[in-house]
């Protein structure tokens, strides 16, 4: 068999793996397609998507190297492709906290997207650019890309991605302390995401990071909801956002339970490699800490790091990605990133045993109240709600969820840990904010 058979072999056997979720096999298949690959642009395609397929299993660097060796075969007037590999290099370089380099390939990736005259890949490179921005600590900047690529998203026909934009224009607005135009805008990303049948989760975390925003603490629990649902298994990156706002809100009624939180999303994050958002979380846990006489000189170290990587003035010890926002795949991947278990099931059981929140929620909860974990079922939640005086309209609004909820966790229809839920969001209701 010649060159070109084995490329093309090669090729269909990484895209079987691909369509299955088998990241590192996809990726090892497509390199090697690359390596007989004897056609510039079909190595410059290749090395591009086995990039994308390191990239789904947590190692940037790896796949910064591919996206890098692939612009190299990229003819000087495939200016589409050319924005698409660099758009996912941008990437690769955040997700390890480099963002200075970032920027400098964000802003190349929207100059090659705009020459190619797409509007869904225009929009993709203004959105990441504008991500690079907030971690950047410049808002107003990463407002103007959020709502350029907004506009693009919906001249391309995206309603998803429209609705991510609309989210990230919240997330920037409240950083500019414009409350009611975050909420606004917020509140339309949900509603849109619901008419759409889209995923909500990222826009409710943002509405309760505004809640906190503005002081309203017990706002902020329907976090917990955001926990309690599926949706925060499936995308890992928003696990951590959700476990971030959760550990800033509940220790501000009782730092011991919010340092679970906080300790949570960092085993989390750093199973991920060294996303951005740890810029966030560290700087909550360290608070905690401090505030229940702990020691955090390990994560002060680990933000002194990151803040270094920021300039890239150094590389990242653990390299790794959550979110893929590679704009030639609309969409999105598989669950099964590592060729093994899906990252549900990873994070579920295998990052760390402070991972499972719900549980020491439970533990916390036991000594909170001096009773057995076993007793909290419905009628035992019954009797709390009704000593702290609170009608079942009151606590599902506390709590974040419908009041039908409640009433089948009394009435012993709920899932145990919805049960629990409820019963540490009563127990934090009567906890005097402190922070």
């Given amino acids: 068999m010649d060159r070109a058979g084995w490329a093309s072999v090669a090729e269909a056997a990484g895209s079987r793996y691909e369509k299955e979720g088998k990241w590192v096999q996809a990726e090892l298949f497509y390199a090697r397609a690359a390596e007989s690959a004897s056609d510039p642009l079909k190595r410059a395609h290749l090395l591009n998507r086995a990039g994308v397929c390191a990239w789904n299993t947590y190692r940037n660097r790896a796949a910064e190297d591919r996206f890098r060796e692939a612009l190299e075969h ?147 629990m329907d976090v917990l909801s955001v926990l309690n649902s599926g949706e925060a298994l499936v995308d890992p990156e928003m696990h951590v956002q959700a476990l971030t706002v959760a550990a800033d809100a509940v220790g501000r009624l009782d730092p011991g339970l919010g340092i679970v939180y906080a300790e949570s999303g960092l085993d989390l994050a750093l199973s991920l490699g060294r996303p951005p958002v740890l810029y966030d979380l560290l700087p909550v846990l360290i608070r905690l800490r401090e505030a229940v006489g702990r020691k955090s000189g390990d994560a002060r170290r680990l933000l002194d790091e990151i803040r270094m990587l920021k300039g890239g003035m150094v590389y990242a010890s653990v390299s790794g990605t959550v979110d893929v926002r590679d704009p030639g795949i609309r969409a999105g991947g598989g669950t099964d ?72 966790a009394e009435a012993g229809r709920g899932p145990e840990r919805t049960v629990r839920m409820l019963a540490a969001v009563i127990a934090l209701a009567d906890r005097p904010v402190t922070a």
């Avoid at 079922?377 to 079942?392: E, S, V």
Wanted: glycine content about 12%; hydrophobic content about 40%.
């Fill in 74 to 220: 990229v003819p000087a007037g495939e200016v589409w492709l050319k924005a698409r590999v660099t758009a996912n290099l941008c990437m690769a370089l955040y997700m390890q906290c480099r963002l200075v380099e970032a920027e400098e390939e964000g802003r190349r990736a929207c100059v090659h997207a705009d020459a190619s005259g797409d509007p869904y890949i225009m929009g993709a490179c203004r959105l990441n650019l504008g991500l690079v921005h907030m971690y950047m600590e410049r808002p107003d900047e990463a407002l103007r890309r959020f709502r350029e690529s907004r506009k693009l998203f919906l001249r391309a026909g995206n309603g998803l991605w429209a609705m991510h934009a609309l989210h990230d224009i919240g997330w920037a607005l409240v950083d500019l302390e414009k409350y009611e135009d975050a909420e606004r805008a917020l509140r339309c990303g949900i509603e849109e995401g619901r008419r759409g049948g889209y995923p909500v989760g990222r826009g409710r975390v943002e509405l309760c990071r505004l809640a906190l925003a503005r002081g309203d603490v017990h706002g902020a």
């Fill in 337 to 408: 990133r590592g060729g093994g278990s899906g990252i549900p099931q990873q994070v579920a059981g295998g990052a760390s045993a402070r991972v499972d929140v719900r549980e020491a929620a439970r533990r916390w909860f036991s000594r909170e109240r001096g009773v057995e974990a076993d007793a909290v079922d419905g009628a035992f939640l019954r009797r709390m709600r009704k000593a702290a005086g609170m009608t079942q309209e009151a606590l599902a609004e506390l709590a974040g969820c419908d009041v039908r909820t409640v009433r089948r």
